[in-house]
């Protein structure tokens, strides 16, 4: 059974930090692509991040991009979402998902797991 289980959300100020970690098992970590998505209030889910099972591809939303960067420990089982320069908007619950293998990777409908998700929320 898969798990996906995701920490390090909290109540920042705008401009501030905060890095997500997910801790995956049951899958085997090192073949999976791990994504970021996230869901705000009122609004559908949307794709943040995603990484390929080897760490080396990389895709970001424009609206994150040079703000948030992800990468995966493999012998941890581990992924993470580094963000930085956070802004009200970026207030959300943010969901890590896993699937073998994607096309874009960029729709909620292409990923199989999904954890249950961290809240994030961002003062102004």
């Known amino acids: 059974q898969v798990q996906l289980v995701e920490s390090g959300g909290g109540l920042v100020q705008a401009g501030d930090s905060l890095r997500l970690s997910c801790a995956a098992s049951?899958?085997?970590?090192?073949?999976?692509?791990m994504a970021w998505f996230r869901q705000a209030p009122g609004k559908e889910r949307e794709f943040v991040s995603r990484?390929?099972?080897?760490?080396?591809?990389?895709y970001y939303a424009d609206s994150v991009k040079d703000r948030f960067t992800i990468s995966r420990d493999n012998a941890k089982n581990t992924v993470y979402l580094q963000m930085n320069s956070l802004k009200v908007e970026d207030t959300a619950v943010y969901y890590c998902?896993?699937?073998?293998?994607?096309?874009?990777?960029?729709?909620?409908?292409?990923?199989?797991?999904w954890g249950h998700g961290t809240q994030v929320t961002v003062s102004s």
């Open positions: 998902a896993a699937v073998e293998s994607v096309s874009r990777g960029m729709e909620t409908d292409e990923y199989s797991s």
């Open positions: 049951g899958l085997t970590f090192s073949m999976n692509v």
């Open positions: 990484i390929s099972w080897s760490g080396l591809s990389k």
